[in-house]
C-alpha cells in the first residue's frame, strides 16, 4: 500500500448560501455546515484511502464567523494523518467577500473517518505523509488529539499517552 500526501486527498467544496439554509437572522446554520463539512470530509478521506468511509466522529467544530446568506462558502479538508483504519481529516472553511473577492477564513473543523470493506468491515489505509509546515504541524497534533481522545474514552492510560506528557515535560 503506497503512502499518499494530504495534497492527493485535498477536496475543496464551493457552494452558495441560500434562504433556505439560513436562521432568523439569515446566517447559514450550524447544522447546515455541519453537514457540507462532513460530505467535504468524506471525499478527501476516501481519496486518501481509496475506500468506502464513515464518519467515526467530529472531534472539533469552532464557529468564529457567521456565514451570511447570499455567501460563497468554500470549505478545504485534507487528511492531516492516517492511522490504521482511521484517518482524521482538518477542515478550513472560508467565506469569499462579495465585493473584494479576498477570502476570509470563518470556520475550522476536524473531522475522524474509518475506512471499511463493503461489510462494515475496517481496513488499513495508507500512510500520510505531511509536506508543507501546516501540514506537519497538523499531522504531529492529530497524534495528540488521538491520544488524548482515547485517554478520555478510557480505552488508554493516561501514563501511555507519550505525546500528550511531553506537552508538559
Given at each position: 500500500m503506497q503512502?499518499?500526501?494530504?495534497?492527493?486527498?485535498?477536496?475543496?467544496?464551493?457552494?452558495?448560501?441560500?434562504?433556505?439554509?439560513?436562521?432568523?437572522?439569515?446566517?447559514?446554520?450550524?447544522?447546515?455546515?455541519?453537514?457540507?463539512?462532513?460530505?467535504?470530509?468524506?471525499?478527501?478521506?476516501?481519496?486518501?484511502s481509496r475506500r468506502i468511509v464513515v464518519t467515526a466522529s467530529v472531534n472539533h467544530v469552532a464557529f468564529?464567523?457567521?456565514?451570511?446568506?447570499?455567501?460563497?462558502?468554500?470549505?478545504?479538508?485534507?487528511?492531516?494523518?492516517?492511522?490504521?483504519?482511521?484517518?482524521?481529516?482538518?477542515?478550513?472553511?472560508?467565506?469569499?467577500?462579495?465585493?473584494?473577492?479576498?477570502?476570509?477564513?470563518?470556520?475550522?473543523?476536524?473531522?475522524?473517518?474509518v475506512a471499511v470493506d463493503e461489510t462494515g468491515r475496517p481496513v488499513k489505509v495508507p500512510e500520510l505523509i505531511p509536506e508543507t509546515q501546516l501540514e506537519k504541524e497538523r499531522f504531529d497534533a492529530a497524534l495528540r488529539r488521538k491520544q488524548l481522545s482515547l485517554v478520555l474514552a478510557g480505552k488508554m492510560k493516561p501514563d501511555e499517552a507519550t505525546e500528550l506528557k511531553a506537552l508538559f515535560k
Open positions: 503512502a499518499r500526501t494530504a495534497f492527493q486527498s485535498k477536496t475543496v467544496v464551493t457552494d452558495l448560501v441560500l434562504p433556505s439554509e439560513t436562521n432568523p437572522i439569515n446566517n447559514l446554520f450550524g447544522g447546515e455546515l455541519l453537514a457540507r463539512m462532513d460530505r467535504a470530509a468524506s471525499i478527501a478521506a476516501r481519496r486518501h468564529n464567523r457567521a456565514v451570511p446568506l447570499g455567501s460563497v462558502v468554500m470549505i478545504e479538508a485534507k487528511v492531516s494523518r492516517a492511522f490504521t483504519s482511521s484517518m482524521e481529516v482538518y477542515m478550513d472553511v472560508w467565506i469569499e467577500d462579495r465585493e473584494s473577492g479576498e477570502c476570509i477564513k470563518a470556520n475550522e473543523a476536524i473531522y475522524t473517518f
